[in-house]
């Protein structure tokens, strides 16, 4: 009876390897260490295939991944969206604010003027105190004085912060809603193209001191003194976020007190423009036409 070859332990180790999956049964081009040939010498061994030199792998470039720059889907430094009026038309994207505002250029004349004033009334106290000691009617004539450069200050203590396109409208009307407005705030809260509506600032003020005359002869002939100014039911187009400029639309009111009477009502659209500073400036600065 024929002797049985004794079998390879190497083979047993392959075939075990070979059960769990973890080594293919023949070669294939995609992992040619896997393969196993026989042994050129005849016997029952197994030779195993020089493996493939796979120092220098292949490089890829996923084209669809949105992660990848140059993508089709690529989302990083993806311009946004521009913003579109009512008609389709794109807005321009430029933006022409100018300086914008400051709070020095809103509180600048009037600080001026106070320590001009403040100036004058100390010198009086002493020059008439030094002489005669007559000092306090003059003093109090110049302390009262000096309420009228410090009442502009006193109601725009709180900066307009105009995150977003209502706050910008708000704010305008809100430096118009006062005893004495202050024209010089919402001459400031306007673009480059809005103060272009009017000759000089003077026009500006001029025009605005005409609709409020025009509101006070309708509160009077209403049996009040007292106006309201404010917007109302404010609506955009599409969120703000990384646009340049957008169009709103909104309703300015103004209500008598006491009673309380609608004199005025307009709803239209106003276009802002985001400044240097990332904050929102109307880009008209009259009543929208409604």
């Known amino acids: ?19 769990f999956g973890s080594v293919p049964s023949s070669p294939s081009p995609s992992n040619p260490v896997s393969g196993r040939i026989p042994s050129s010498t005849g016997g029952d061994g197994y030779e195993l295939e020089t493996p493939a030199d796979d ?14 720059a140059g993508g089709p889907q690529a989302t990083a430094g993806a311009r946004p969206r521009p913003a579109t009026d009512a008609a389709g038309r794109t807005i321009p994207e430029t933006v022409d604010v100018g300086p914008g505002w400051s709070r020095w250029a809103e509180w600048g004349p ?28 003059p003093a109090l004539g110049i302390a009262i004085g000096c309420i009228v450069p ?7 203590l709180e900066r307009p912060v105009r995150v977003t396109p209502e706050h910008a409208w708000k704010d305008y009307l809100a430096a118009l809603d006062h005893l004495f407005p202050h024209y010089r705030r919402m001459w400031l809260l306007l673009s480059d193209r ?8 003077a026009e500006f003020r001029a025009y605005w001191d005409a609709k409020r005359r025009e509101w ?20 955009t187009e599409g969120k703000s976020t990384g646009l340049s400029r ?45």
């Not at 309703?251 to 929102?280: C, I, K, Q, Y």
Request: charged share 25%; hydrophobic share 40%; glycine share 8%.
């Open 1 to 19: 009876m024929p002797e049985q070859p004794k079998d390879d332990p190497r083979s047993d180790i392959a075939d075990a390897a070979e059960l």
């Open 216 to 235: 006070r002869t309708k509160a009077t002939k209403a049996g009040s003194s007292g106006l309201t100014i404010a917007l109302h039911d404010f609506r």
């Open 246 to 290: 957008i169009r709103g639309t909104g309703t300015v009111r103004v209500e008598s007190t006491r009673p309380r009477t609608t004199l005025f009502e307009v709803r239209g659209d106003v276009e802002l423009a985001r400044g240097t500073d990332r904050m929102w400036y109307l880009e008209s600065g009259r009543l929208p036409p409604g």
């Open 194 to 201: 809005g103060r272009s509506d009017f000759a000089d600032f």
């Open 110 to 137: 009037d600080l001026l003027r106070l320590g001009l004033a403040l100036c004058v009334l100390a010198g009086m106290i002493w020059a008439t105190f030094a002489v005669a000691g007559e000092w306090l009617w």
């Open 150 to 156: 410090l009442y502009p200050i006193l109601i725009t």
């Open 55 to 68: 120092s220098a792998p292949t490089k890829r470039r996923v084209l669809n991944d949105p992660f990848v």
